[in-house]
């Protein structure tokens, strides 16, 4: 009976350990579904982050593509701005333009017009009181020194400009 009695407070004990390896079990199996979890929002994350960065990247790109385009645009410009310039650089303003344009360059009272020569005989034409000599045949006549408005030469009416 002795023997039969510490069996089983031996049983009870040994039920009592279970118990808490069961209890614990459950913890570990709790604490990774948790792990698995916090795995999970972490590989979403990393997905999202590889996405933002993709998107980046493509940005990126385009945005280089565009400095390029840019960069070849402004070179253009520059170069046609240069040749503007020489070109403009030609042509002198004669007495009759400084009337006109209310401009003082240092030249003396005879008209003057240099134009590109272009390698055409140029002609004489009278204008305004003194002589102009352009590079380009007949192309010269009389010049008036009246004073033009800007608004008779560039419309600035709405109706007008509504097509551009």
């Not at 996405?51 to 390029?68: D, F, H, I, Y």
């Not at 701005?81 to 020489?86: I, K, V």
């Not at 020569?117 to 590079?135: I, P």
């Amino acid at each position: 009976v002795k023997n039969a009695d510490g069996g089983v407070k031996i049983t009870e004990e040994v039920a009592k350990s279970l118990g808490q390896i069961v209890d614990r079990a459950g913890k570990v199996g709790d604490l990774i579904a948790e792990i698995a979890a916090a795995s999970n929002e972490q590989a979403q994350g990393i997905e999202q982050v590889n996405t933002a960065v993709a998107s980046m990247n493509q940005v990126t790109q385009s945005n280089a593509a565009n400095s390029e385009e840019s960069a070849s645009a402004s070179e253009e410009l520059s170069s046609q701005a240069a040749e503007l310039a020489n070109m403009v650089s030609a042509f002198k303003l004669s007495a009759v333009g400084r009337a006109v344009y209310g401009t003082s360059l240092p030249h003396k009272n005879k008209a003057t017009a240099a134009l590109p020569n272009n390698n055409v005989k140029g002609t004489k034409s009278r204008v305004a009181g003194g002589w102009a000599s352009t590079g380009f045949a007949n192309n010269v006549k009389s010049v008036s020194t009246k004073a033009v408005n800007a608004e008779d030469i560039i419309p600035l009416d709405d109706d007008e400009l509504r097509e551009f």
